[in-house]
């Protein structure tokens, strides 16, 4: 070393001790902003972990699931749909149960279309558990003319479903399921645009209301996918303005976004903990 280059003067030690704190502080900052996307889905297989009353209850046993519904359903086996999200989120979640899920799904199809299919569809199928998710199109179809593409305000078509049948298609498969030992579980007809406070929507509450009290009246699981579908646009329009396809890409169809939305719902309405599945991830 040069005789005229000095020696780094040594740090004193509670500099020392302060930078150290300034690093950590630095570094906690860093990991708390870092997205959850990137750390690690689990530490440790969540299978091992002891699930709650509520999903013993619920798919403890279960090894096979048959969903029911109409387009919304029969696309939600494509990825990113929410049946394909759900089989592949109970695969990572509980790998040695082996659920199996079946797509009973059917576009374009109301409580009385899905009722006359429900003994083929369903129950044959020998499901542990059955989901039904119905009411879109009973209300929709009520209020828009599809082969001539005109809206009827008053809603007062009649290739709708009346409430009255509505209530009387889905209690029948409800008893049928539970007189063939299926465990029933209602999901409740998701938004019908995104105009919140539109005739359709108003409309369609009444539906949700309907089935909400078939759950309770015969004792079957009714988780509301309504519910958070408007607490999110309804959040969002607050601070950016009116929206129409930010859940769905037609307004009524989910995109990727609302698929999401309903499977993490449906997962927590089976009792699944909310900490196993905030950073669940799942590759097409």
């Not at 599809?146 to 305000?153: A, E, I, K, M, Y």
Request: aromatic residues 8%; hydrophobic residues 40%; charged residues 20%.
């Amino acid at each position: 070393m040069s005789p005229n280059v000095q020696s780094p003067r040594p740090k004193s030690p509670l500099k020392q001790v302060l930078i150290r704190i300034a690093l950590a502080v630095i570094a906690a900052i860093i990991a708390f902003n870092i997205p959850h996307s990137l750390f690690p889905v689990f530490t440790e297989p969540v299978s091992k972990a002891s699930p709650p009353p509520e999903i013993q209850n619920v798919l403890a046993g279960k090894r096979k699931i048959v969903t029911v519904g109409d387009s919304i359903t029969e696309a939600g086996k494509y990825p990113g749909g929410y049946v394909w999200l759900l089989q592949r989120y109970l695969n990572a979640l509980y790998p040695d149960r082996k659920i199996e899920i079946v797509n009973a799904g059917i576009s374009g199809n109301k409580a009385s279309d899905m009722q006359a299919r429900f003994q083929k569809d369903a129950i044959d199928k020998k499901p542990d558990l059955v989901t039904i998710n119905v009411g879109v199109n009973d209300v929709w179809h009520a209020f828009f003319d599809f082969q001539n593409s005109q809206f009827h305000p008053q809603g007062n078509l009649t290739t709708g479903v009346p409430l009255a049948e509505y209530k009387n298609k889905l209690t029948q498969m409800v008893l049928s399921a539970k007189a063939a030992g299926i465990r029933v579980v209602l999901l409740s007809p998701t938004p019908i645009r995104e105009i919140l406070d539109g005739p359709e929507n108003l409309r369609l509450q009444e539906y949700v209301a309907a089935m909400r009290e078939i759950a309770l009246q015969n004792k079957c699981l009714f988780i509301d996918l309504n519910a958070p579908f408007r607490e999110v646009i309804g959040t969002y329009q607050k601070h950016a303005g009116k929206t129409l396809n930010l859940l769905a890409a037609d307004g009524v169809h989910p995109n990727q976004s609302g698929y999401r939305i309903m499977a993490f719902t449906i997962l927590r309405g089976l009792g699944v903990p909310a900490k196993d599945i905030e950073n669940l991830q799942v590759k097409n």
